[in-house]
């Protein structure tokens, strides 16, 4: 079974940065198109990143797109999620996502294979 693990959440102020973690086990990484998807309170899961199988593409939600930077190292089984000029609006659970399938065909919400349990990101005002 594939386990994902998420880090790096936290409490910061609007313009700040953080970086997310999400460690990958019990499956061979290359094989995995990874991604992130956040919920905010009150409101449905929704798409912000994902990165291909050998990181060669990526794709961002339109808010947060020359924000935020998706990347995969896949010496280290890990994803990252380096998020910049953060604004209220970015505070939510951020979830870590992985699908057998290609980046063109993965589903980029609730349809991914395994998910992580969340890292709570606040961002004040």
């Known amino acids: 079974q594939v386990q994902l ?3 790096g959440g936290g409490l ?3 313009g700040g940065s953080l970086g997310l973690s ?3 086990s019990g499956r061979t990484f290359s094989m995995l198109s990874m991604g992130w998807v956040r919920q905010a309170p009150g ?3 929704e798409f912000v990143a994902a990165i291909a ?3 060669g593409h990526t794709l961002y939600a339109d808010s947060v797109k020359g924000r935020f930077a998706i990347s995969r190292d896949n010496a280290e089984n890990t994803i990252y999620l380096r ?3 953060l604004k209220p609006e970015d505070t939510a659970v951020y979830y870590c996502a992985a699908d057998k399938r290609i980046l063109a065909t993965m589903p980029i919400t609730a349809g991914m294979d395994y998910w992580g349990k969340g890292t ?3 961002v004040s005002s």
Request: aromatic share 0%.
């Open 5 to 7: 693990v998420e880090s």
């Open 12 to 14: 910061v102020q609007a």
């Open 22 to 24: 999400c460690a990958v």
């Open 43 to 45: 409101k449905e899961r």
């Open 53 to 55: 199988k050998t990181g």
């Open 83 to 85: 998020m910049n000029s």
């Open 120 to 122: 709570l990101v606040t």
